[in-house]
């Protein structure tokens, strides 16, 4: 159980243009999904959190103009990198939670390289 | 920012031996604990948890040990095998949802 998706689980794609990553719950219901990046031989770094139906909140220092996302149902969230840059280029990885479970979910991830 | 770093700790271990792998917490206010294995190129996988109302906890193979008293954390896996070779991360959580994640260790397992 507790099964997490990412789609594409790699992407790249020209400066300028934007990328839209998927994340799914498939075996539940997530009422709470999370946003991080890593960088290589680093941690994960929250970048958002989203709940079902309501803006998502933001990290200090994560633009919400640039990576924008819609949490649209309880079993999907996607993050939309707008306008990519060289510098975005990084492994995106979704988690998903549920209501009174405190325990994250963790996707695959999605490597992302902007040329 | 938070959690930045360079250089993974790496531990080595031979084959069949015990490794530990330590995490220093920063919020003494954290109440819930999880360690996370994450292997090149995927997403993190959860191993086990722990509330701050318990000291030890076990798993398969594993064994959760919390020190609130000097905010330490550390895993213990017995036995290891070459596939426990990961990267595996300590993460907090406090009031919020957040989960705050250790820098990690690279646990290299050598036949």
């Known amino acids: 159980g507790a099964v997490v998706s990412q789609h594409p689980s790699r992407v790249i794609c020209k400066s300028g243009t934007s990328v839209k990553i998927e994340c799914r719950s498939l075996d539940f219901q997530a009422t709470t999904m999370f946003w991080y990046r890593q960088f290589p031989k680093q941690s994960l770094m929250l970048m958002a959190t989203?709940?079902?139906?309501?803006?998502?909140?933001?990290e200090q220092g994560v633009e919400k103009d640039k990576f924008l996302i819609n949490h649209a149902s309880l079993t999907l969230s996607t993050l939309t990198v707008t306008s990519a840059h060289p510098e975005d280029s990084s492994f995106y990885i979704c988690?998903?939670?549920?209501?009174?479970?405190?325990?994250?979910?963790f996707g695959p991830g999605t490597r992302l390289l902007v040329l | 920012g938070e959690n930045v770093g360079l250089h993974l700790p790496t531990l080595s271990v031979q084959e069949g031996d015990n490794s530990i792998i330590n995490c220093a917490y920063s919020n003494s206010a954290s109440d819930y604990f999880i360690w996370y294995k994450q292997e090149s190129g995927k997403g993190p996988q959860f191993i086990i948890d722990i509330r701050s109302n318990m000291d030890k906890r076990q798993g398969q193979r594993v064994t959760v040990l919390l020190n609130k008293t000097v905010k330490h954390l550390s895993l213990q896996i017995a036995a290891t095998q070459p596939g426990d070779s990961a990267v595996y991360f300590c993460?907090?959580?406090?009031?919020?949802?957040?989960?705050?994640f250790g820098t990690g260790t690279r646990l290299q397992v050598f036949p």
């Open positions: 988690s998903a939670s549920w209501l009174d479970q405190e325990t994250q979910y």
């Open positions: 989203s709940n079902e139906g309501s803006k998502a909140t933001y």
């Open positions: 993460a907090e959580k406090g009031a919020t949802d957040k989960l705050i």
